[in-house]
């Protein structure tokens, strides 16, 4: 007999958690339609060419392929050898796979628009909710199987919409009880970085390096540097610059003493001022800092980037984001541009659980549970019970006529606040009998009072 299990990195998720998951995916919805955002959903695989290459090597690494069809036939066999090791190099090979699973929502999305753009008004607010998969290392916060909630912008390119996407941050998080910290940067200052450098052509190596700073630190970051090819003189440029403090106004005057010499210094710094002015000038802006460590190792990033992490609470960062101004370029679409943001669900969860921000009243569902006393009076709870769901009361009938015991057990099992009794006393009378199981009172009632008893039973 098979023991059952789960894939390394995956969950179930049992009734409570499914409804405390779906009160963030609701929240943070309500907020994505207030500020003019449609939904859309992609299939949950690609083809693979469309993924591979849009996350530089590391991401390349972490999506998960899928087999083709056939591999059974002996032919196909000894040609997936030779296939096996191009994979395992992070390459493709169509005679052994063809798709993957989306690795986030980002590309899919740039591949529908690149697909739709002539059908589409721009610009186009979208919002998206749906798993993606990463072949990861499984850790706290960290898993195979992921929820993502995307809004994106795209033909604008205007700096208010990175405005609205930090202030829809902003609203969401306050509507989910939690504190966070907004940082902000922007690529250009990575690439001026990398040409200050003399290493243009080495920008992903050095954003990748610096992206891995708050889990392995500085000298760390300098080690890795050195290994990928960048001499002593231009890491301590790289030490000098993730160094850099102080006040908004300071961080700003510091990055363009070093880096406004370049073209793409002086554009990112420009972008960074406008940003930070507008966010301190908009009423009920929420806090944020430009942190020029942030880097977000992710190829198609071009301008601002963002990052989300939770304040008080040992977690990586739940939300995270930047402009990409070319991706649909890479599917034969330029001049696109594009911004957008995602919540990371699952880390999001982990941290509202911590603090205890979840509403209590979530993990109730059913208001009353109608107990069964035979056949005659079933059909009277039945009657009740139908007119009660009806005005959006939600209750139950016990399916079998057993002990008292079992039915008060199965209610408090499941936490539901109040259990309604009609037996042939009370059948006989028109009313019902409401026990509240928290207080332990009871209230004899005729149907139309049910609705108002069992409306405020806690």
Request: glycine residues 10%; contains cysteine; hydrophobic residues 40%.
């Amino acid at each position: 007999m098979i023991k059952p299990s789960l894939p390394q990195g995956t969950r179930d998720f049992a009734p409570q958690i499914v409804r405390r998951r779906q009160y963030i995916l609701k929240t943070i919805a309500s907020v994505f339609e207030v500020h003019g955002f449609q939904p859309l959903e992609t299939p949950a695989m690609e083809n693979l060419d469309t993924l591979l290459g849009k996350y530089g090597d590391e991401g390349d690494k972490l999506i998960f392929r899928i087999l083709n069809n056939g591999l059974d036939n002996p032919a196909k066999r000894s040609q997936s050898l030779e296939a096996f090791e191009q994979v395992l190099n992070g390459q493709g090979s169509k005679s052994l796979t063809e798709r993957a699973l989306r690795y986030d929502l980002t590309i899919p999305f740039a591949r529908y628009v690149a697909m739709n753009h002539g059908q589409l008004s721009f610009p186009f607010k979208r919002y998206q909710m749906q798993p993606v998969w990463r072949a990861d290392r499984p850790q706290k916060g960290r898993y195979r199987e992921f929820w993502q909630c995307d809004a994106d912008v795209v033909g604008s390119a205007s700096l208010l919409n990175e405005a609205e996407l930090i202030q829809i941050y902003r609203e969401a998080f306050r509507r989910l009880g939690i504190s966070v910290d907004v940082r902000i940067n922007n690529r250009k200052i990575l690439a001026a970085l990398a040409e200050s450098c003399n290493a243009s052509e080495k920008l992903t190596d050095i954003t990748v390096a610096i992206d891995k700073l708050d889990k392995i630190g500085i000298d760390k970051v300098m080690e890795e540097l050195e290994q990928r090819g960048l001499d002593a003189g231009n890491r301590e440029r790289v030490r000098a610059y993730l160094l850099i403090d102080g006040s908004t106004d300071e961080r700003l005057d510091r990055i363009e003493q070093l880096l406004g010499h370049t073209g793409s210094g002086r554009q990112g710094v420009q972008e960074l001022r406008w940003l930070a002015g507008f966010l301190r000038t908009s009423e009920g802006s929420y806090p944020f800092s430009i942190d020029f460590t942030l880097a977000r190792g992710l190829n198609y990033y071009t301008g601002t980037i963002l990052e989300v992490k939770a304040i008080g609470v040992s977690m990586g960062s739940i939300g995270g984001g930047g402009r990409y101004d070319d991706l649909t370029g890479l599917f034969g679409v330029p001049g696109i541009p594009g911004v957008g943001i995602s919540f990371g669900v699952d880390r999001i969860y982990d941290v509202m659980e911590e603090t205890g921000a979840f509403p209590a009243s979530l993990g109730v569902s059913t208001r009353a549970l109608f107990f069964n006393l035979g056949e005659e009076e079933t059909r009277y709870a039945w009657t009740a019970m139908l007119e009660l769901r009806a005005a959006g009361i939600p209750c139950e009938l016990y399916p079998e006529a057993v002990k008292f015991d079992r039915q008060f057990k199965y209610a408090e099992k499941k936490g539901i606040p109040a259990v309604v009794i009609a037996g042939s006393e009370e059948m006989s009378k028109g009313v019902f009998r409401v026990k509240i199981l928290s207080s332990g009172t009871q209230t004899e009632c005729g149907a139309e009072e049910l609705e108002t008893i069992l409306s405020q039973a806690s």
